[in-house]
C-alpha cells in the first residue's frame, strides 16, 4: 500500500520539546507552513491546525494557499490531492500508513477494466480514492457535493459513481439519476448498528439522529438529517434540539462540543463494544509526529507528473462546480 517508515534500530526516539503547541507554532513562521487538519483527527491536532474542515473545504484550502509548506493531518488521498493542486509545493503527512479503506477498496487496475465496459458513462468519483483513480474520472466529488453535481450533469448521460456504493445510493435517492456503481465501502461507516442505534434513540427520545451518506441504507432511513462532516456541524448549531446522536466517525464531536457546548453529542454505537467508529487511518496521526513531520520536513507526499496532470483537471471541474 503506502511505503512504511521504519527508522533503524540504533536510531533512538528524538526528544519532543515540552510544549508542542508552541513548538509547532513555531516551525509554523518558520517554514510559511500551514496546517490542515480533517473532522476526524485526534481533537490535539484540530486545536493546532490553521484549518479544519471536510474533504471540500479542505480541497478548496489547498487551492488557494500561500503557504509554501502543507502539513496534511488527515489521510493519505487528502495529502495526495493537496500535492496534485500544489506541485511546487512541500506537502507533509504526519504518518505515511494514515491511509483509507475506501481508496483501497478501488483498484486502479481493476476500475480501469471496469471502467472500460462502460465507455459511453462519464466519471464521477468521490474524492476519497487514489491519485490514479481521479486521473481516471471526469470530474471529482464529495460528501458535501456530490448531489449538486450530479444534478448539472444532463439526463441523458450515463454516469459510473465510484468508489462509494452508499454515498452513490444516497445520491440516486436524492437526485432520481440511475447511476453504475463500484463496490466499494467505507470500513467506518460499515460498522454502525441499527439495532444498537434504535435503542439509543429509545433512551434519548428528543435526540436527533444525524447522519453521514456514507452510512448503511440501513442507518440513514432512521435519520433526521443526512449530511457531510461539515452539514452535521451546521445541522447541529442551527437545530433547536439540545441532542443529538451522531453516526459519523466521531473525532468531528470534539468541534461540535466546541460550537455548542450547551448542547449533547452522542456518538453512535457501532456493532461490537469495541472503537470500530473511530479510524484507524485517521487516528495515525498524532501531535508528536506532525511536530517530527515539520522538524524534519518529512514524510512528504509525492505524486508521478503523468498522473497529477490528468487527476488535476477532475479536481478542477468540481471546484468550479461547487
Known sequence: MFATLQPPASVTTPALPHDLFEAIATLKQELNAIVLAHYYQESDIQDIADYIGDSLGLSQQAAMTEADVIVFAGVHFMAETA???????????PDLNAGCSLADSCPPAKFAKFKAKHPDHLVISYINCTAAIKAMSDIICTSANAVSIVRQIPPEQ??????DKNLGRYVMEQTGRD???WQGTCMVHETFSEKKMVQLKVE?????????PECEPAVLRHADYVGS??????????SPRSSFIVVTEPGIIHQMRKNTPGKTFIPAPALNNCACNECPHMRL???EKLYLAMKHKSPEVNVPEDIRVDAIRPIQRMLAMS
Not at 434519548?204 to 453521514?212: L, R
Not at 462532516?229 to 442551527?238: C, E, I, N, R, V
Open 83 to 93: 500535492k496534485i493542486l500544489n506541485p511546487n509545493k512541500l506537502v507533509l503527512l
Open 158 to 163: 450515463p454516469i459510473i459513481f465510484a468508489p
Open 179 to 181: 447511476l453504475v456503481l
Open 204 to 212: 434519548h427520545p428528543g435526540a436527533e439522529i444525524i447522519a453521514h
Open 229 to 238: 462532516t461539515t452539514g452535521l456541524l451546521k445541522y447541529s448549531q442551527q
Open 285 to 287: 496521526n498524532t501531535l
